[in-house]
T-cell receptor
Framework: ETGVTQTPRHLVMGMTNKKSLKCEQH?????MYWYKQSAKKPLELMFV???????ENNSVPSRFSPECPNSSHLFLHLHTLQPEDSALYLC?????????????FGPGTRLTVT | AQKVTQAQTEISVVEKEDVTLDCVYE???????LFWYKQPPSGELVFLIR??????QNEISGRYSWNFQKSTSSFNFTITASQVVDSAVYFC?????????????FGKGTLLTVNP
């Protein structure tokens, strides 16, 4: 595997379910990011991790809970979501956090909340 | 506050035509970075270019070229002799430079369709 991978690619869940999205980067990067891409809205940064430490939480509701057990893996735990949370969730990584470093994106998880 | 506007929601061209994607940004910062990303149907964003606000030189990479004009706060992207494989959503983005600035502010994107 190379680059940034995300699983699952598609997820349908009910509002009372609990699920997790997984991201793995094989680039030896120190920073990882979660973005949300909704229809007709710009990409929104959700969380940033640098060396497993959260450095940015962009006013995201608590029903989204990130976890970064090591610099290669990033999870997004989901619980009691709302239909408006349906979106494409993109993971990215960069050598270090900050705009100077190019971000490499995964293919995303298409989430549908019913 | 930072803002990126991509006024063209969708553009459709025929193969081999040249096409320009517009990007206008707003920022109060004197130093910042500008980016272009491509999102093909497969979903992952692909980095195309990063430009520092101090560097107003235009850049050319193969069929791609970028025109950065600070005076008009624009960072336009031109594809010369477009190909079907160029079909994708293109995003312009802006970031503050320095310090703990992690956030990329994206435009809403322009869907480019290149027809054979």
């Amino acid at each position: 595997e190379t680059g940034v991978t995300q699983t699952p690619r598609h997820l349908v869940m009910g509002m009372t379910n609990k699920k997790s999205l997984k991201c793995e980067q094989h680039l030896g990067h120190n920073a990882m990011y979660w973005y949300k891409q909704s229809a007709k809205k710009p990409l929104e940064l959700m969380f940033v991790y640098s060396l497993e430490e959260r450095v940015e939480n962009n006013s995201v509701p608590s029903r989204f809970s990130p976890e970064c057990p090591n610099s290669s893996h990033l999870f997004l735990h989901l619980h009691t979501l709302q239909p408006e949370d349906s979106a494409l969730y993109l993971c990215a990584s960069s050598q270090d956090p900050g705009p100077f470093y190019e971000q490499y994106f995964g293919p995303g998880t298409r989430l549908t909340v019913t | 506050a930072q803002k990126v506007t991509q006024a063209q929601t969708e553009i459709s061209v025929v193969e081999k035509e040249d096409v320009t994607l517009d990007c206008v940004y707003e920022t109060r910062d004197t130093t910042y970075y500008l980016f272009w990303y491509k999102q093909p149907p497969s979903g992952e964003l692909v980095f195309l270019i990063r430009r520092n606000s101090f560097d107003e030189q235009n850049e050319i990479s193969g069929r791609y070229s970028w025109n950065f004009q600070k005076s008009t706060s624009s960072f336009n992207f031109t594809i010369t002799a477009s190909q079907v494989v160029d079909s994708a959503v293109y995003f312009c983005a802006l970031s503050r430079s320095g310090g703990s600035n992690y956030k990329l502010t994206f435009g809403k994107g322009t869907l480019l369709t290149v027809n054979p």
